[in-house]
């Protein structure tokens, strides 16, 4: 069973998400995560909230680490390789963003990862008719990282 607070429900239907959540989803999920932060950055930087804006990019950072992190460059070839340059572009202008306090930044990635999302939702919607275990060997085709499910609790928890 799982440790969900009735005090967080928020934190608690996340939680319920991501236990029921299929591979393809749990990257969805974790593209929603970073897009949130970008939002929240986004919103520092218009009040002047310093510890606000670091917050929310030290957690996007950690969304970033978690995906990068999980490449399998074996099984994922091609496709591991583009998302880990993609990757390390978007950990490269959070940095840029959170220095110069930019949400111009901000918006170019919310963009950069909101086409991404949709491409990972994309795929997810297209296996979604099969069968459990073909949903499953599908997503271990096209999905170039492992240890999903672990990592979105872990950075939830964050």
Request: aromatic fraction near 6%; charge should be negative.
């Amino acid at each position: 069973m799982s440790n969900r607070s009735p005090n967080n429900p928020r934190l608690a239907y996340r939680q319920a998400a991501v236990e029921t959540a299929t591979p393809l989803g749990l990257v969805v999920i974790l593209y929603d995560l970073a897009l949130e932060d970008f939002g929240k950055a986004s919103a520092a930087i218009e009040v002047g909230d310093v510890e606000a804006r670091t917050a929310a990019v030290h957690h996007g950072l950690s969304v970033l680490e978690q995906l990068q992190g999980r490449l399998d460059f074996d099984k994922g070839g091609d496709v591991a390789r583009h998302l880990d340059r993609f990757y390390s572009m978007i950990r490269g202008k959070m940095l840029e963003a959170q220095m110069k306090c930019s949400r111009d930044i901000f918006q170019e990635l919310t963009t950069l990862m909101m086409d991404m999302r949709r491409a990972w939702k994309q795929v997810e919607e297209q296996a979604a008719p099969q069968a459990p275990a073909e949903r499953t060997a599908s997503a271990q085709a096209i999905v170039p990282i492992v240890g999903i499910e672990e990592m979105a609790k872990s950075t939830w928890s964050a």
